[in-house]
Structure formats: structure tokens, C-alpha cells
T-cell receptor, first 114, second 111 residues
Framework: SAVISQKPSRDICQRGTSLTIQCQVD?????MFWYRQQPGQSLTLIAT?????????ESGFVIDKFPISRPNLTFSTLTVSNMSPEDSSIYLC???????????FGQGTRLTVV | GQQLNQSPQSMFIQEGEDVSMNCTSS?????WLWYKQDPGEGPVLLIA?????ELTSNGRLTAQFGITRKDSFLNISASIPSDVGIYFC???????????FGKGTMLLVSP
């Protein structure tokens, strides 16, 4: 089965700065997603990363705060912009290989904003 | 939006005991999934359910898709220390829609 690698695995950032998280899949996938998992909480979908076009954001998430790129079928980035302590969370990349399979996840990026 | 109520929130059991957890929804799902998340890792799919009433096993794990399509349960038999983690249910309406996750059940197993 396909494997997702996320970088960085963790980071501590100053408030007001931005962090870009990379998600690399070892094979082509149909769909890619970005989730946020706040401490002790469930997974909340931020957006669906669309190849070659703007991402589709869920309610409560906006492109200015969470710009997403997906230049090809194996790679996506999520940027957390102008960070505040409330952005401290685990950010997870997920993908679906084809529409007959279920979503699989990267190991996550643990972000702490100080 | 849709919400999944997952219970219990946490469980602390002795090795060898059986475990049961469940999810209920205010609306119908066409697919129910169960994931496990180990500390510092992303969720890993355990079992996928596609038909109302379906009962599926994966080793010591058994999950069922409720007949009403509004609920699902996961049972773990003869628990072992490596079962420790957070278990999430997730529902999906159709093949193209996104997943809705429950809040998770944290399982601790004492040797």
C-alpha cells in the first residue's frame, strides 16, 4: 500500500510566522486532504487539495490562513500563516489512491506556536 | 453538519479483557470506518464496513454496521498491551464525499 511522508514531523514556531508542511506520497493518488487534530480532539478536515487548482476548504477554514498547493498527483503542501498559539495542533495529510479504496494518513506534523 | 458521538471517551482495562466501543450518528452513513492512532502517528485503517448489518472481523477485532445505518460498534477480544491507542470511527455518505470522524476512544491496557 502507498506511504505518505510528512515534513517536518514537529516544529516549534514563533507567533506571527508561517510554516509550510510538505506531504509526499510514494505513488500517484486520486485525492489528497489536510486535517487538523487539536490536542485530545478528533480529526477536522481543513480542505481537499486539488491538483492544479485551488483547494476546496471546509467551513471555518480560509485560503489566506491555510494556503494549500498540489502541483502533481503525489505532492501537496499546507502553509499555516501568521500563526498564533491557537494553531498549535497536529496537522495530518491524507490521501486516497483511487475511489475504491479508503483514506490513509501520514504520521502528522506536531506544531507548537509560542 | 453531521456529528458522530463516540463512546466511551476512554477505557482502562486489564490485558486479556474484551473491549467494546461504539459510534452513533444523527443521520445516515453509507460507509463506516474504524481507525487506530498510535502516539505520534497518523490513524491507520482497521476495518471498513459498506452494508447495513455487515459484520466484519480483522483478527481480534470485529466491527458491525448498524441496521439503521446510524451506528457502528467495534469489539476487541482478548486485549493485549499493543492495543493501546486512540480508536476513531468515521462515516462517509458516498464514495466521493469526505469523512466525518468521531471524537475517539482512548484505550489503555494494563499488563
Amino acid at each position: 500500500s502507498a506511504v505518505i511522508s510528512q515534513k517536518p514531523s514537529r516544529d516549534i514556531c514563533q507567533r506571527g510566522t508561517s510554516l509550510t508542511i510538505q506531504c509526499q506520497v510514494d505513488s500517484q493518488v486520486t485525492m489528497m486532504f489536510w486535517y487538523r487534530q487539536q490536542p485530545g480532539q478528533s480529526l477536522t478536515l481543513i480542505a481537499t487539495a486539488n491538483q492544479g487548482s485551488e483547494a476546496t476548504y471546509e467551513s471555518g477554514f480560509v485560503i489566506d490562513k491555510f494556503p494549500i498547493s498540489r502541483p502533481n498527483l503525489t505532492f501537496s503542501t499546507l502553509t499555516v500563516s501568521n500563526m498564533s498559539p491557537e494553531d498549535s495542533s497536529i496537522y495530518l495529510c491524507s490521501a486516497i489512491s483511487d475511489l475504491n479504496t479508503e483514506a490513509f494518513f501520514g504520521q502528522g506534523t506536531r506544531l507548537t506556536v509560542v | 453538519g453531521q456529528q458522530l458521538n463516540q463512546s466511551p471517551q476512554s477505557m482502562f482495562i486489564q490485558e486479556g479483557e474484551d473491549v467494546s466501543m461504539n459510534c452513533t450518528s444523527s443521520s445516515i452513513f453509507n460507509t463506516w470506518l474504524w481507525y487506530k492512532q498510535d502516539p505520534g502517528e497518523g490513524p491507520v485503517l482497521l476495518i471498513a464496513l459498506y452494508k447495513a448489518g455487515e459484520l466484519t472481523s480483522n483478527g481480534r477485532l470485529t466491527a458491525q454496521f448498524g441496521i439503521t445505518r446510524k451506528d457502528s460498534f467495534l469489539n476487541i477480544s482478548a486485549s493485549i498491551p499493543s492495543d493501546v491507542g486512540i480508536y476513531f470511527c468515521a462515516g462517509r455518505n458516498s464514495g466521493y464525499s469526505t469523512l466525518t470522524f468521531g471524537k475517539g476512544t482512548m484505550l489503555l491496557v494494563s499488563p
